[in-house]
């Protein structure tokens, strides 16, 4: 199988010029704004975590105690569902079909678009794709870039095969394989540095770098590294006992970074938080020959890098050429490849549902309802307000005759004692309720929902699309086609999500199957059939295939409908018919909709001879018609199988000479 990148070993220099390289990666971008806390504040406004005020801390405080008397203040949701409606629609146009990405070519290239169809449904299932481009729409949504990264990995999986010498044959032997195919991958946008002298959705076209980095456990390091072919073997000592944080540069955005966004989370929000392995590994003195680490940062860099500036001595070493870069803590480079993919992408791909050629100014649909959201929790929290008011009470006291720890008691039913000096005298003179009125909150309650308006309005959403129901008065027909094109800001989303992101990503898709699928045989789970993977024959007709997704599917690639139009017309005319092969174009036509009719097509042997059988039948009825008395022996002999080199299938029965019959000169209809 073609390897898609040759690692190589690099010499001290290269290697020091290179970390220098990634550090001002980062320093760039680092300069330029703070883009983790604003990723932050929209995290915290999407979960309605903003609310840090005194007063709202201390009514959760007591409610989580089990006090229920106190009220929090209320964030009004506004953003999460707005960027999940958003999110829903762009899964349903994108993710719902089987498979994700399907495959459409002429009929000459049928089978090879059924093999590169299997490939790709295959790998879709194995890397859990719809999940990845999930969490890209997300992304996109909240922020207003989401990243997906599409490479040619390789890995270690396994097989069963049956071995009656392993465990007695009572179990299968499980046997290691290498897997190799194209992988997507959702990067995490608190932990991804990119080129921002170009805008974001042509980083992979003319931006210089992109990277990201992972956290890694000691034993996950270890497997990561096994599985890089001709990995730094000289670096990887030094990589292991690399500490975090051994490298220092301004700003610190090469930590990993993880934002503290639930106050109320399940785990530690600390991701490096983890057991320290030399208190259960028993090494000590000579055995430990690696200082290792608990955990580790782990960096891949891909850049566009001109070899002869970092002393590289490789072909074309003055052309630009695209490398990929695996560093461990900043400070040990471990893998180094120039990548040879035909596509000539950088091969991470960033998304912006909303572009209007300001770039990094957009605001993303998170930040366009936030201040609906802010505005709405205001008022709100004046109606909740007004409630503590209603349930608490103001009054007049006077302190010479009552003490302020009476008044302000918790206790609802407590009696309140009065001074001797209040003896004598009055009691309704030592304390004055001031009257609570509420003449705002139902209005405000109608303020709210109109807000709420102005954010469907911002967003292009309404509240049937949220899953809300409307009542009204139009009928099934008026009320699809007003949804229709309500859904036109939607679909606009749609073709600008296909040209930044799915585009680019069929083409990497189709290119890399075409430059390193090998030979081998892969299930195809829709069609229920093992298919044969040629990689010869996929090259051949690499020109011809077109990938399409949710937004062009198959039968738009092909036309189904016209096709389905053409063949009522072919089938209603003759002179059209006799210019066509009918049955190869029914198969294909089927095909293109999922089913795969081209195993019950008619083999060339058996139509002749079927012609013949017919031809004779008639013949044979033309001769009971002239003479119904007929002697059977004397009629010619009746076409058989042998002759038109046709092999029949299972036991069929041959059409014999019709029997003489007193009621029918001849019984069996010619077929």
Known sequence: MTQPSTAMMLPKKTQEGILRFHHECFQMMNQQWNIREQFQKVDQIYMRENDLTIENQRARAYNRYGDSDKLQNITIPVVMPQVESATTYQASVFLTGTPIFGVASGPEFEDEALQMETVIADAAVRGGWVREFMMMFRDGFKYNLGFVEVTWERRVTAVLETDITFAG?????????????????????????????????????????????????????????????????????????????????????????????????????NMRATTNWLSWAELSGADKKIQYKNMYEVTTLYARIIPSDFSLRVPAPNTPQIWKFIIVNHSVIIYAERQTNAHGYLPIMICQPQEDGLQYQTKSLANNVKPIQEVSSTLMNSVIAARRRAISDRGLYDPSRVNKSDINSANPSAKIPVRASAYGKPLGEAYFPIPFRDDQSSLIIQEIGLLGNYANTISGQNPVKQGQFVKGNKTQKEFSDVMANANGRDQMTSMLLEAQIFTPVKEILKTNIIQYQGGTSVYNREKNQQVTIDPVALRKAVMEFKVSDGLTPTDKLINGDIMMVAMQQIGSSPQIGSGYNIAPLFSYLMKTQGAHLKEFEKSPEQMAYESAVAQYQQMVMQLYKQNPDQDPAKLPPQPTPEQFKYVPAGNNVQPSAPPKSTTSPFPLEPQ
């Open 169 to 269: 044959g009572r179990q299968a032997k499980p046997k290691e394989v290498i897997w190799e195919g194209n992988c997507i991958k959702r990067l995490d946008p608190y932990n991804t540095f990119y080129d921002t002298r170009v805008a974001p959705t042509h980083v992979h076209t003319d931006g210089e770098f992109i990277g990201y980095t992972e956290l890694k456990s000691r034993v996950a390091l270890k497997a990561f590294i096994n599985t890089l072919p001709d990995k730094m073997v000289d670096n990887i000592t030094a990589a292991f006992e690399s500490g975090l944080g051994s490298i220092a540069v301004s700003g610190g955005l090469e930590s990993y970074f993880t934002p503290s966004v639930n106050p109320a989370a399940m785990v530690n929000t």
